[in-house]
């Protein structure tokens, strides 16, 4: 593992000088990590929303907040500094730029070919949810490359039949 160490939040909460959410679930930071942080902690919010980090208890238990420059808030927490960018939306969308026009031309591929798939066979599908077809996935992403230059390595059938099974190797 490279020296890295696995830890609970809340561990992980005490000597962190950085803490950046990406988990899109709720609360991942919450009362119990404020009181374990250090002075000056960092926290941001790649995941989900605003709501990983419980920002509400954090302003009602701060004896003060304050906006010392643009996308950065300041929260005196019982007597240390819990710093907080973008005021806990998703950094990149709050006090960036966003997502680079790379990663948004391929999104919208997937929601433009999934909208098509759609058209193409709503007669059969339920009222319910779908993973994309592989196909679909496959095509944007080797489109996408051709585009960036590369070049795509086509698997042998005998490739393919070994990622597809559990049979080899285990023996």
Do not use: C
Not at 52 to 78: C, P
């Amino acid at each position: 593992m490279h020296g890295y160490e696995v830890k609970t939040s809340l561990e992980a909460s005490k000597i962190a000088d950085v803490i950046v959410t990406v988990t899109g679930n709720r609360h991942v930071v919450d009362v119990h990590h404020f009181d374990a942080m250090k002075d000056g902690v960092v926290l941001a919010n790649a995941g989900h929303f605003d709501v990983e980090i419980n920002l509400v208890e954090l302003e009602n238990i701060s004896t003060t907040v304050n906006r010392i420059r643009e996308h950065v808030d300041s929260y005196d927490y019982k007597g240390k500094e819990i710093l907080v960018l973008g005021e806990g939306r998703l950094v990149n969308l709050a006090a960036a730029t966003g997502h680079p026009a790379s990663v948004m031309d391929m999104s919208f591929a997937n929601q433009a070919l999934a909208s098509e798939w759609i058209k193409d066979n709503y007669k059969d599908l339920e009222n319910k949810v779908y993973t994309l077809p592989k196909a679909v996935d496959q095509k944007i992403a080797a489109t996408k490359l051709k585009l960036m230059g590369g070049q795509l390595e086509v698997l042998t059938e005998d490739q393919v039949l070994y990622l597809d099974s559990w049979e080899f190797g285990t023996s």
